[in-house]
């Protein structure tokens, strides 16, 4: 049987407003990239996502950023990279704090870029996993894309993982076309839900040229604040339970 991942990143509360149907989607997706202080969410909203999780049995992850509130992470900054380090180090232990059993890593927004093209930053990233994982006393995997994270991972010995993306279009070079470029954002249901169906099958996806990109991912990713996520996550669980792929966490 075919067998894949499905993620969503949540708790992703600004000034104590959710920018996701939390409950709705813990309750198909498998993984959850959890918000923790650098872009999003708070003590209260990292508690709740952590007793979420435990009511469905969703796996937790840590979803650290740039410390950028005001830009939801999703601007590059300036920031030197140990004090990057010390900044995700800190927003993994405050998710550590409520309780959470951090089972892997997912760098948000700008981070996740940056540290996939830079090794500075994929350096900054890895070692505060590499902390986290030193504490905890297993390897925390990385889940992510990029070479530069890929390297820092495997030079620091975790795991990486990688994701494709559901709701984000892709070039043809297999980049993500960037937000606000014409078709940068997914948003029907059944698209979505077919093309979940193909990458956990035949690993490709279609690009916006039409050509087909490999993407050999372990886990998939439907964005939580996406105006349709709810249902787009629902139609891809269906898909993916009627084609016979088991959704499972691989952490």
Sequence with gaps: MARIDLNADLGETVDGVPTADDEAMFAVVSSASVACG??????????????????????????????????????PIAIEPAALRATVAEQLAALAAVGADIRYVKPHGALYHAAGADPAT????V????????????AVPVLALGDALAAAAAAAGLPFVREAFLDRGYRADGSLVPRGEAGALLSDPATVAARAVRLARD???EAVDGSLVRADAASLCVHGDSPS????AQ?????????????????
């Design 38 to 75: 650098g872009h999003a969410g708070d003590a209260r909203s990292m508690r709740e996502a952590v007793a979420r999780a435990a009511r469905h049995g969703v796996a937790v992850g840590g979803h650290p950023s740039f410390p950028d509130r005001a830009g939801f992470g999703r601007a």
């Design 122 to 125: 994929a350096a900054a990233v």
């Design 127 to 138: 070692a505060a996993i590499a902390g986290l994982s030193d504490r905890v006393g297993r």
């Design 203 to 205: 690993g490709v996806v």
């Design 229 to 232: 996520a709810v249902a787009m």
């Design 235 to 251: 139609a891809v669980r269906a898909a993916l339970d009627d084609a016979g792929v088991e959704v499972r966490a691989p952490w």
